[in-house]
């Protein structure tokens, strides 16, 4: 039996989480994390997520989370950071769901990984880590001859934009174009802009009502256009993607590794 711990517990990718463990017979739901003050510390993970009580009670800190053979986080890029930290010195593999992670916030995980396996992905569902898959082909044959265009949409209450997966994305075009993403990314357009100039990789954001997370790839050449999109309809489908890389993390070598390890189609 995998015993699981939630950093993020009471948000919405973390009460999704706990209601899916409460469905799989090999994992159980063994720690409940939140930030301190939040308001649902002390209360029993299970009723908050909307489901069955599991005798779990939300608490503060990694410190003293209990026995847990490995944690999944969705909380905030700070408190991913000191969530690996403490996980390494305990030995216990990590999956990183949380994005807007800053480069030297990453370059801290990486360190960390070192000592134990964490996986990590912008996006944990099986559909966006084949699209990029396919992106890495459509990047290397078409990357450098087409005009790239990027659009993602979410919520209005998401924090970050670009989405980290529209990030992930461009990084893989970029990778395979032979592009400097730092050079040529643009987000965004306004005013004379002038005609789009060679090699531009552009990325556009959308922040509206209730959308779960679409993303949607163009590469238009002279006389076609070529478009990938993956939409989500259901934020289940990153919670069992999270669950799937849990299973994977707690047999995986130290390292950090993406969703496509735990694929098999890296």
Do not use: W
């Not at 408190?79 to 403490?86: D, L, P, R, W, Y």
């Amino acid at each position: 039996m995998i015993k699981v711990g939630i950093s993020g517990a009471a948000g919405r990718m973390g009460q999704i989480i706990i209601r899916l463990l409460a469905k799989e017979k090999n994992m159980k739901l063994a720690a409940a994390i939140e930030a301190r003050n939040h308001p649902m510390l002390g209360k029993d993970a299970g009723e908050c997520a909307g489901t069955d009580r599991t005798g779990v009670v939300i608490s503060s800190g990694t410190k003293n989370p209990g026995k847990i053979d490995v944690l999944i986080d969705f909380s905030s890029p700070q408190a991913a950071v000191e969530h690996m930290k403490q996980m390494a010195e305990r030995k216990i593999p990590v999956v990183i769901g949380t994005t807007g992670l800053s480069p030297a916030q990453l370059q801290k995980i990486r360190r960390f990984s070192r000592k134990i396996p964490c996986v990590m992905a912008p996006n944990m569902s099986v559909g966006v880590n084949l699209m990029f898959k396919l992106l890495k082909l459509a990047g290397r044959i078409l990357g450098k001859k087409y005009d790239v265009e990027i659009v993602e949409a979410h919520h209005r209450f998401k924090k970050d934009a670009p989405s980290g997966t529209a990030k992930r994305m461009a990084e893989i075009i970029a990778e395979e174009a032979g592009l400097d993403l730092a050079k040529s990314g643009v987000y965004g357009r306004k005013g004379i802009t002038g005609a789009r100039k060679k090699g531009e990789l552009g990325i556009m954001s959308v922040r509206a009502g209730d959308i779960i997370g679409d993303h949607t790839v163009m590469f238009a050449g002279a006389g076609e256009r070529l478009e990938l999109t993956h939409r989500a309809l259901s934020r289940d489908t990153f919670a069992r993607g999270a669950i799937l890389a849990a299973m994977f993390a707690v047999r995986a070598k130290k390292g950090l590794h993406d969703m496509q390890d735990v694929l098999g189609v890296k």
